[in-house]
């Protein structure tokens, strides 16, 4: 109970939280997940819209299809709130097949996450540029929906070459690269390769969620303050914000933990300074304290209009 109202008070007393309405990219959803508190959270918190992704276990996505039909269950029941990315796995000869399927029923993007590389999973991982995935931007292109993908170019440089091929011939399709396109959570923080990308393509976005890896993006934060924050100011325009919870049956994931989850996350965009309110520490770690229009940006208009609402 003295969590709850602290976690409230938290949200009402310190209205920054509530002054920006958001929407957000990148969230997951896993058959069995409390689907409805994670609602209750985005009320809120003033989050009007998020995208849900059906993605299942990387690399290859085996149960994607149970995740997605029942989130369109969901939408029947939450209307507009929920915006739903549909997937298949890259390796799949019939997966543009199954996306245009899935658009034509509702869903407004699309979202791999094949590109997870590791000696265990190489075998898993198609092309980026694979004739599937040639007809799968096919299908972005026709219906005007954004692709977001998990790559780890780091890992392997022919993904880079073959993403910027695909960026460079679709250039009508708008693609969106997750995690600061997975360029800092790794040994090396640089954002160089995310700001080339940035200003080569016009069609090539970032979300900067940081999911699982929350606790050590608060520290890798602090410790690249300006960097950071050069960065998010000078491509304002471009950058979308998600925290990327993964809505499972983990019984730990709660109202309580939605809220106090998200709030960390805009901490770390709005504060000089924060504590972190889900692992209950009492330290104190530098925020990015970004600027208000910059905020209402990655928060709200830059989403919106890369989803066309
Ligand atoms: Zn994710």
């Known amino acids: 109970m003295k969590d709850f109202l602290n976690v409230l008070g938290k949200v009402f007393l310190d209205t920054d939280f509530l002054n920006f309405k958001k929407i957000s990219i990148h969230e997951h959803y896993r058959s069995g997940g409390n689907i409805e508190s994670f609602i209750w959270a985005m009320r809120i918190l003033n989050i009007e819209k998020a995208v849900f992704l059906p993605t299942d276990w990387p690399p290859y996505n085996p149960i994607f299809k149970n995740h997605l039909y029942r989130l369109f269950d969901f939408k029947k029941k939450f209307g507009e709130r929920i915006i739903i990315f549909t997937t298949c796995y890259s390796g799949d000869t019939t997966a543009a097949e199954f996306i245009e399927e899935t658009i034509k029923n509702g869903a407004q993007g699309i979202k791999f996450i094949d590109w997870f590389y590791s000696e265990k999973t190489k075998n898993f991982i198609a092309d980026i540029n694979s004739e599937n995935m040639y007809k799968v931007y096919e299908v972005a292109n026709k219906y005007q929906v954004p692709v977001l993908l998990h790559i780890d170019f780091h890992k392997n440089n022919k993904f880079l070459n073959q993403f910027e091929e695909i960026a460079k011939k679709f250039s009508t399709v708008n693609f ?8 800092i959570l790794d040994e ?3 954002l160089s390769l995310c700001e080339y990308l940035l200003s080569k393509y016009s069609n090539v976005f ?11 993006y608060m520290t890798i934060v602090e410790f690249n303050k300006d960097m950071f924050r050069n960065f998010l100011i000078k491509f304002q ?62 928060y709200y208009n830059n989403a ?3 989803l066309k609402l």
């Open 237 to 298: 325009d471009k950058i979308l914000w998600a925290a990327d919870i993964v809505i499972d049956d983990d019984p730990q994931k709660n109202f309580l933990w939605f809220v106090k989850r998200i709030i960390l996350d805009l901490s770390i965009l709005q504060k000089e300074y924060y504590q972190d309110i889900l692992f209950a520490s009492k330290e104190y770690y530098e925020g990015l304290a970004l600027p208000v229009d910059v905020l209402k940006k990655i």
């Open 304 to 306: 919106k209009a890369i």
């Open 176 to 183: 969106i690269l997750a995690h600061y396109a997975s360029c």
């Open 206 to 216: 970032i979300d900067i969620s940081s999911g699982y890896g929350i606790k050590k």
């Open 188 to 190: 090396k923080v640089s």
